[in-house]
């Protein structure tokens, strides 16, 4: 079993910069090359810092590293205001391209607003948008796995899960679809339900442990961890490893919603013993702590 890297580091110092949507907007009142200036330091940054979390992994036997959403952040709203041209994101294409990451796989997890289960056009335009922000920063990096949640029911499950195949397949290519990947999570969607969907679009079902549990506090189990394992492993044949996340509460495990906040470490009593012996696994540490949390669970 191998252990992945999520994003930030806790001790390490390799920082990422960003901005938001509000100061996205401060910048359009300012000369374009006074905004171009500011917002190309921070590509450049993190691109670096991004290299340098990367080779980190290397030098520490970790096999995975998940690329963070902001690496270049409010991408689709530089492009809108001008402050990105093509010109510009040719060169940081070629750049996202000159980053070494070999023997690293490289997965991305774009935030719950991406929810393509809506029946809202507009949250599904903008989470096209954001998942072809991810996208092009994956094609340049070679990262052929992007992880969403199946999102919200909207108090009807089965149209929620039938809206959100159909936009799959609609608003995406072929490749892109067959790098995107599924959770489960804790209130809406059970790793067999997860499954059931990716099984229909042909793509690969991450299982999250934390979630699931927190799933089980709520609502009748639908199988073992053992089965559910089984069951997701079955979307991950030919790929040569399988991708699964696991956390502990911060408070322990009482109720659904108690139970979410993710605590610095990982209890190894919430790590299943049979686990270990699966070599294939890649196995994201979603701890607070980060590379602390690794190296202590080791």
């Avoid at 359009?28 to 090359?33: A, K, N």
């Avoid at 959770?183 to 067999?192: A, F, G, M, V, W």
């Avoid at 934390?210 to 639908?222: A, F, G, M, T, V």
């Avoid at 394992?229 to 911060?250: D, L």
């Amino acid at each position: 079993m191998e252990y992945g890297l999520c994003c930030l580091f806790w001790k390490k110092p390799i920082k990422f910069k960003t901005y938001t949507y509000k100061k996205v907007s401060q910048l359009q009142s300012e000369s374009i090359d006074a905004a171009r200036e500011k917002v190309f330091a921070i590509w450049d940054h993190n691109i670096k810092s991004l290299q340098a979390a990367i080779n980190f992994c290397k030098d520490n036997n970790i096999n995975s590293y998940r690329v963070g959403s902001d690496l270049l952040p409010q991408l689709q709203r530089i492009i809108d205001s001008g402050i990105a041209t093509d010109v510009h994101l040719d060169y940081y294409h070629k750049k996202l391209k000159d980053i070494n990451s070999s023997g690293i796989i490289l997965s991305m997890h774009p935030g719950q607003h991406v929810n393509m289960g809506s029946p809202t056009h507009s949250v599904i335009e903008n989470s096209v948008q954001d998942l072809k922000s991810h996208f092009f920063v994956a094609k340049a990096i070679g990262c052929k796995e992007i992880n969403i949640h199946l999102g919200g029911t909207y108090g009807d499950k089965e149209s929620a899960k039938k809206r959100f195949i159909s936009n799959m397949r609609d608003f995406l290519t072929a490749e892109e679809l067959s790098w995107m990947t599924i959770e489960n999570d804790e209130l809406n969607y059970s790793l067999k339900e997860t499954v059931q969907v990716a099984k229909e679009l042909g793509i690969r079902c991450t299982y999250d442990i934390h979630h699931q549990r927190c799933h089980e506090l709520k609502y009748r189990p639908d199988g073992t961890e053992e089965e559910y394992f089984a069951w997701a492993k079955e979307t991950w044949e030919g790929y040569g490893y399988q991708r699964m996340h696991i956390s502990s509460p911060k408070d322990g495990y009482t109720t659904c919603s108690k139970s979410r906040s993710h605590h610095d470490f990982i209890d190894t009593r919430d790590l299943p013993k049979w686990l270990i012996e699966e070599s294939e696994v890649h196995l994201d540490i979603e701890a607070k702590a980060k590379e602390a949390a690794i190296f202590k669970l080791r």
